[in-house]
């Protein structure tokens, strides 16, 4: 299985500051990777997939880079609401895998 | 809107056996593949099962084969999980979720129901 390593584990900003998280695949994983937000009493938001293709309802201040085994989610101008759990998967093979989780918390 | 709503976690002890189901609207059930993940307290998410569309295929994760089996019945929009041998380590909250036409991630996630395993 692809394992994927998640950097860093928690992270505190403040709101209007950027930040990034990043995934590392232990191989390959081409540009098949998703990013998803975990809320307390929300479900679970898909925010990007295929490494830097922004769903449907994701805002723009929300980026995806990278390919390989090395991918970034950048969030800029950073909102209250952006505050929680992110997690990354790989989906280029089965089964898919996911990061440990980087949790985004208010400085 | 896409709804996915989970029922039917709850205490159950070491070796028994549970079934939980979801309940899907807002989309036609029958065109996707649906998924289980769940997540132990304090964990990250991990895939559990996936069945394709019409139920003919299905993929477990390498702990829960031979024990879990995942289902649907596309007429009521529903998609099961039965889980027999429980053992503590199934302990989690489990997702239903939506895969995003033929590929392995998830655009509609349920809130989740939480099974704990324990005597």
């Known amino acids: 299985d692809v394992q994927m390593t998640q950097s860093p584990s928690n992270l505190a900003a403040s709101p209007g500051e950027s930040v990034s998280i990043n995934c590392k695949a232990s191989k390959s994983i081409s540009k098949y990777l998703a990013w998803y937000q975990q809320k307390p009493g929300k479900a679970n938001k898909l925010l990007i997939y295929?490494?830097?293709t922004l769903q449907s309802g994701t805002p723009s201040r929300f980026s995806g880079s990278g390919s390989g085994t090395d991918f970034t989610l950048t969030i800029r101008n950073l909102e209250p609401e952006d505050f929680g759990l992110y997690y990354c998967?790989?989906?280029?093979?089965?089964?898919?895998?996911f990061g440990a989780g980087t949790k985004l918390e208010l400085k | 809107e896409v709804q996915l709503v989970e029922s039917g976690g709850g205490l159950v002890q070491p070796g028994r056996s549970l079934k939980f189901s979801c309940a899907a609207s807002?989309?036609?059930?029958?065109?996707?593949?649906m998924a289980w993940v769940r997540q132990a307290p304090k964990k990250g998410l991990e895939w559990v099962a996936t069945i394709i569309y019409d139920g003919s295929s299905t993929y477990y994760r390498d702990s829960v084969k031979g024990r879990f089996t995942i289902s649907r019945d596309n007429a009521k929009s529903t998609l099961y999980l039965q889980m027999d041998s429980l053992r503590s380590e199934d302990t989690a909250t489990y997702y239903c979720?939506?895969?995003?036409?033929?590929?392995?991630?998830?655009?509609?996630w349920g809130p989740g129901t939480m099974v704990t395993v324990s005597s």
């Open positions: 295929s490494g830097s």
């Open positions: 998967q790989q989906h280029n093979e089965y089964p898919p895998t």
């Open positions: 979720a939506r895969h995003t036409g033929g590929y392995w991630y998830f655009d509609f």
């Open positions: 807002g989309f036609t059930f029958s065109d996707y593949a």
